[in-house]
């Protein structure tokens, strides 16, 4: 697969063209951002794990009836992927709180929600992804109605594999986040699933295994990310 020209270049990955129209290449890098961009970092071979994490998270949830836009790992930083026309939703699905959530609604960090909580947040950097509900998403015609029903009922079904192959895995699924986008008509899920974009704590410890030991400067980061990939390749 040829990879064509750098069409898109984010805080954590790079999307160049491929020689096929519907098909791009995502490469993962190791630079990490936090508090919309105002604290910058490195995690070495973070790219490398975000990579092989996803990978074998999208493989799940493909062979478990969630469509997703992964086709292959093409090398140790690079998958190949479907492109897609991304609705500007961010979807986090929350079991526990921790996060925005606890200063939100002044709450505890670890308190167990039940059911778990769905959040629709702005895809939007310069207005710091503010959180809105199906009212907004229509009247700003981000997404029609039979769309949105289609990714909130994936969400769901993404939260109950994720959490159930995490748990095998001595990990609980806190929270994360999702994006998803239209291919050939069809939703899809897109973006990545790795300790960047979900909350994963030790079941016995509850040590934080994700992208706060980088927000909250907790140290051993590195560390984190390779017990995650060991763990869900494991
Ligand atoms: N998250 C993400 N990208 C964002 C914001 C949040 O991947 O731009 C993930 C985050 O890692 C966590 C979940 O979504 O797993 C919920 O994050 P929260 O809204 O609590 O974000 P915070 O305010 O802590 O950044």
């Given amino acids: ?19 096929n129209p519907d098909l791009l290449i995502q490469e993962f890098k190791d630079d990490a951002t936090a508090f919309d961009a105002k604290k910058r970092g490195t995690i070495k071979n973070k790219g490398v794990c975000n990579n092989e994490i996803s990978a074998r998270l999208f493989g799940l949830l493909d062979c478990r009836g969630v469509p997703t836009h992964f086709v292959k790992l093409l090398s140790a930083r690079e998958m190949l992927v479907k492109r897609l026309e991304i609705v500007p939703v961010e979807v986090t699905i929350r079991n526990v709180v921790a996060g925005g959530m606890a200063r939100m609604f002044g709450l505890e960090e670890g308190t167990t929600l039940c059911p778990p909580v769905l959040e629709y947040h702005y895809k939007n950097d ?39 192959f995490f748990d095998e895995r001595n990990l609980k699924l806190i929270d994360f986040k999702l994006e998803f986008g239209r291919h050939r008509g069809k939703i899809l899920l897109g973006d990545e699933i790795s300790p960047d974009t979900c909350r ?31 763990r869900v390749l494991g």
């Fill in 126 to 164: 310069a207005l710091g992804d503010p959180l809105m509900n199906e009212y907004h998403i229509f009247a700003l015609k981000l997404a029609e109605e039979r769309e949105l029903k289609t990714i909130a009922k994936y969400s769901f079904e993404i939260n109950r594999i994720l959490s159930k």
């Fill in 200 to 230: 994963l704590w030790d079941k016995a410890t509850n040590k934080k295994l994700d992208k706060d030991r980088f927000r909250r400067d907790l140290g051993n980061i590195e560390e984190a990310y390779q017990e995650v990939l060991h």
């Fill in 1 to 19: 697969m040829k990879k064509g020209k750098l069409i898109y270049e984010g805080k954590a990955k790079r999307v160049y063209e491929t020689d």
